[in-house]
């Protein structure tokens, strides 16, 4: 998935640590719309043309997807593939398109086109050239289901980081208030350079954020989350969101809602989602915190402020 994934148990069990790996590589060789092959692509290369009967498991992600993608204000949107190709933020040969092209594949982004048939678990991509990318929500969607494997060999304590989505399972052995530590990463900085800790059990933690995969033209930087309105990278007062939740697939997707929301809607929504909380970090080196009681903060940066579920004026 062109990250690092990481997985820590504390019992000694190799048949355990197999079975998460290789469920993972069979997910990703799935849902993956980084080669040739996958059930992701076989839906991609028929649009225009004909609907693709997929797995459940393909089909039940791509439901959810679109689900979120049609929510209020949404800018979130599986559909946005087109306009990532285009971009190539993250990968070699990133460039700014022309203005024309992204225009013209904007009209190949409508999550409404994406036509599901649950009766056979067919997808159909209305016209040729639009593409579903999942890269915002499939590794939130992999954790949760690593959970799954590791209840199997009965293993309910352990930690697993697919490239920054963290999902710690039961209780950490590891500190006397049986809370996992897990540390917000300063942006721009070097990876074991931290904002802050947050205290957790049993919860997923996702970050979506602008400093992982840019690049800079111009003293303009150019991130991966697409506005899919404009065609450009989202543009606010933010440089990242994370996502306190129960599900991981729930935190991926949420942390590219708030993101796209800004802090003050951002906060608002989280009044209606008490089964969640979240971390704002924006460019003026706020951060403002909305727990719910899901977790707690614990400050490292003294060149940043902590804004305790206060809204911005
Ligand atoms: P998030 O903030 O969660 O999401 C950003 C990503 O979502 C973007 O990179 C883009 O793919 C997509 N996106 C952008 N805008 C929107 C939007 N408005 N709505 C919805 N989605 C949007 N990377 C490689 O370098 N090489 C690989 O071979 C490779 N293979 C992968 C295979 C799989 C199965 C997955 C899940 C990821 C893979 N990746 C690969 C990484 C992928 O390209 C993304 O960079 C990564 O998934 C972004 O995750 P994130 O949590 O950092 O960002
Ligand atoms: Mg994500």
Redesign the pocket.
């Known amino acids: ?3 690092i994934v990481s997985l820590q148990l504390y019992v000694e069990n190799p048949a355990a640590v197999t079975a998460v790996f290789n469920t993972i590589e069979a ?2 060789t799935r ?5 040739e092959h996958s059930e992701v692509m076989s839906i991609n290369h028929a649009a225009g043309k004909h609907p693709v009967t997929v797995s459940k498991l393909v089909f039940d992600l791509i439901q959810q997807a679109k689900a979120a ?1 049609l929510l209020p204000y949404s ?4 559909a ?1 593939g087109p ?2 190709k285009l971009w190539k ?3 070699n040969g990133h460039s700014i398109p022309p203005a024309d092209e992204i225009t013209h594949r904007l009209s190949l982004t409508s999550p409404h086109l994406i036509e599901l048939d649950q009766t056979n678990h067919s997808v159909y991509l209305a016209k040729a050239g639009m593409e579903i ?7 939130g969607y ?1 954790a949760d289901i690593t959970k799954l494997v590791l209840a199997q060999y009965n293993i309910h304590q352990a930690i697993i980081n697919c ?3 963290v999902l710690t399972i039961g209780s950490s052995p590891l500190t006397s208030s049986q809370e996992w530590h897990i540390g917000l990463k300063r942006p721009f900085a070097a990876a074991n350079s931290l904002l802050g800790i947050l205290h957790v059990q049993n919860k997923s933690v ?4 602008i400093y ?2 840019y690049f800079i033209f111009n003293k303009q930087l150019y991130h ?5 309105f404009t065609g450009y990278p ?1 543009d606010n007062e933010l440089q990242s969101v994370t996502i306190i939740s129960d599900s991981s697939l729930t935190g ?1 997707i949420y ?2 809602i708030l ?2 929301f800004g802090v003050r809607h951002g906060l608002n929504e989280l009044e209606k989602h008490k089964n969640m909380g979240a971390i704002f970090v924006t460019k003026d080196q706020k951060i403002f915190i909305k727990s719910n009681q899901h977790f707690q903060f614990e400050l490292l940066a003294d060149d940043y402020e902590l804004c305790q579920s206060l809204i911005p004026a």
């Open positions: 998935m062109g990250t997910l990703e849902l993956t719309v980084n080669r993608s800018r979130f949107n599986l946005i306009i990532v933020i993250g990968f990318d999942l890269g915002a929500i499939a590794k992999i490239g920054g989505n996702v970050t979506s954020g992982e995969r991966h989350i697409i506005d899919p989202l991926d942390s590219t993101f796209g």
